[in-house]
């Protein structure tokens, strides 16, 4: 019998014993009880002895049942006991009772697997359990047994040292047992090897830690949207310094806010990239800073489960330098271009110009043959002297036009009047201000000094700011106005003790804005529909009063009118008032 039925024979009575002090009591019983009755009934011998018989064929059954009742009991016991060996020899876990007087009672066969001790060990040393236990581990297993009584409801993980030297992890849990009259009975013990959880667990920390150290210490700015809400997980340090935000504010944001243009059409454009099992990326995407600051970014995205949500996973790298680097290079390239068919057109305007000239010179000897031929006072003289007039017009703006054309990078600047300059270039857009309804107004001193320059770059300068004041009358006023007009005036200057010539442009046009001129002199900046302007004229024009040491300023009044002033050295000698 084993050591848990042994134990319970304390309380569980001898079916055999039991039956024969059953049998005997009987038995004295009804013999003396007859006794008595035959002694004071005398006359009954016979009914005396029947009952006697009765008697003691009533004990004998009783007995029999008694003991067949009691030998079930017994059997129920044992079937008991296999079943509950059936199961707790066949359970993973290791199981053991110790009695309230400190003897182990029951451990299951499972200790062996576990610890490598047999279960006749834990029999035979008391000991055994608690020297087990890894010594690291023992104080924090009794701090956790005296806050629970001997063994209340206590639950802990310690490490345990198996005969062979091998350390387990056990998930140990105590129970307090009582009998079944609620006296304590000892307390249960229940041991659940979780070395491989434990490793299991081990090596998702060490992987959690490889995964934290690589996107903390990441050199690309590393962001997590969940698929279904669009909210950002997890930013890394590097995004965050990228966009100038605390992880916790990026968490309160949206995919949407990172890239109000485009930041969604891309989020969705990456997810099916993704469906079709396509990498994604997309390259120069501007991002939101706190400050504002221009941030430009390749971004690569992979899906991946994050916290249990379906994410997208997107690395950034910033790229804002490149990103300027190839615009300065396109617009270098676009520059190039433009100079060059500026080169072609002053070529062509030239050879134009010489083609002109050559029938000019035809038209004017004809007239000054007609001139000679005819009368003083014949018609077709005062005809003659029109085709004259016309033929030097046309010669002038020709002459005008190859100026114009020569760029004269070789040449030294020379003494030239501002008036002459500017004569020059109303010859090649008057034509066009009438035809657009404006009026011209100039106002030029007669005793303007020179200035010392480049005839042909000032007159650009001119015949470009002139442009621009026809542009904005245009746009304000598409037919005849009174208010269509605009000013050339000339004077001369002092500015920090030095004397200067200062050149106005003035317009009545819907005048500039102020966002647009912090920006007018930049490179390629046009508010000009597309393929009506390059950018590139006052940026230029600005370049070659630099150039000329002089300056370019703008007075304006949104709505109202600008003025572009031009001041430029006075040429040496040129004197002023």
């Not at 890239?259 to 990239?273: K, R």
């Not at 090649?428 to 005839?455: A, W």
């Not at 442009?467 to 904005?472: G, I, L, S």
């Amino acid at each position: 019998m084993s050591p848990f039925l042994r134990e319970r024979g304390r309380f569980l009575p001898n079916p055999a014993r039991l039956a024969l002090v059953y049998i005997v009591f009987a038995v004295l019983w009804i013999s003396s009880s007859d006794l008595v009755v035959g002694w004071l009934f005398p006359d009954f011998g016979s009914f005396l002895r029947a009952q006697m018989v009765k008697g003691m064929a009533f004990v004998l059954v009783t007995g029999m049942l008694v003991f067949l009742l009691l030998r079930k009991a017994e059997r129920s016991a044992i079937e008991l006991e296999h079943s509950f060996r059936v199961f707790a020899d066949n359970t993973g876990d290791w199981e053991y009772w110790i009695g309230d007087e400190g003897p182990v009672i029951y451990v299951t066969p499972a200790c062996e697997r576990v610890t490598g001790y047999p279960p006749e060990e834990f029999y035979t040393q008391a000991g055994l359990m608690q020297a087990m236990i890894y010594p690291e581990d023992l104080p924090a297993v009794e701090a956790v047994h005296q806050a629970n009584g001997a063994c209340g409801e206590a639950l802990c993980e310690f490490r345990i040292v198996r005969r062979d030297g091998e350390i387990r992890w056990i998930l140990h849990e105590c129970h307090s047992v009582t009998d079944a009259g609620g006296r304590p009975a000892g307390f249960r013990g229940s041991n659940t090897d979780i070395t491989e959880r434990k490793e299991t667990e081990d090596a998702l920390r060490q992987s959690e830690k490889r995964f934290r150290t690589l996107f903390e210490e990441a050199a690309e700015g590393i962001l997590v949207a969940d698929v279904q809400s669009l909210e950002l997980k997890y930013a890394n340090p590097k995004a965050c310094r990228m966009l100038g935000r605390s992880e916790a504010e990026l968490r309160h944001m949206r995919v949407e806010d990172l890239n109000p243009s485009q930041g969604l059409a891309q989020f969705y454009d990456a997810l099916e990239h993704h469906k079709r099992g396509d990498l994604f990326l997309a390259s120069s995407v501007p991002l939101v800073t706190r400050d504002g600051t221009p941030l430009y970014t390749d971004v690569t995205s992979v899906p991946m489960e994050f916290d249990g949500l379906s994410c997208l996973v997107g690395f950034f790298t910033d790229v804002t330098e490149r990103w300027f680097l190839e615009r300065e290079k396109a617009q270098a390239e676009a520059h190039l271009r433009q100079a060059q068919k500026m080169e072609s057109l002053g070529t062509l305007a030239s050879g134009v110009a010489h083609e002109i000239n050559n029938p000019i010179m035809g038209i004017t000897g004809y007239a000054d043959l007609i001139d000679d031929i005819v009368p003083a006072d014949s018609e077709a003289h005062g005809h003659a002297r029109e085709i004259r007039r016309e033929a030097n017009r046309i010669h002038r703006i020709v002459t005008n036009l190859l100026h114009f054309a020569r760029t004269e990078k070789s040449e030294p600047p020379r003494a030239i009047r501002l008036d002459d300059i500017v004569d020059a270039t109303l010859s090649l857009v008057q034509m066009v201000l009438r035809h657009d309804q404006i009026r011209l107004d100039v106002d030029l001193p007669d005793d303007l000094p020179p200035v010392l320059c480049h005839s042909p770059q000032i007159q650009q300068v001119v015949m470009n700011l002139m442009t621009n004041a026809r542009d904005a009358l245009n746009a304000k006023y598409p037919d005849y106005d009174e208010n269509k007009s605009i000013r050339i005036s000339a004077r001369p200057l002092h500015r920090d003790g030095l004397p200067w010539v200062r050149l106005t442009v003035e317009d009545h046009g819907p005048g500039i804005p102020d966002e647009i001129r912090q920006r007018m002199f930049d490179p390629f900046y046009t508010t000009k529909p597309e393929g009506k302007g390059t950018g590139l004229g006052l940026f230029i024009i600005y370049g070659i009063i630099k150039d000329h040491g002089g300056t370019l300023q703008v007075e304006t009044e949104s709505g109202e009118w600008t003025r572009m002033h031009v001041d430029l050295p006075m040429a040496e000698g040129g004197g002023s008032e």
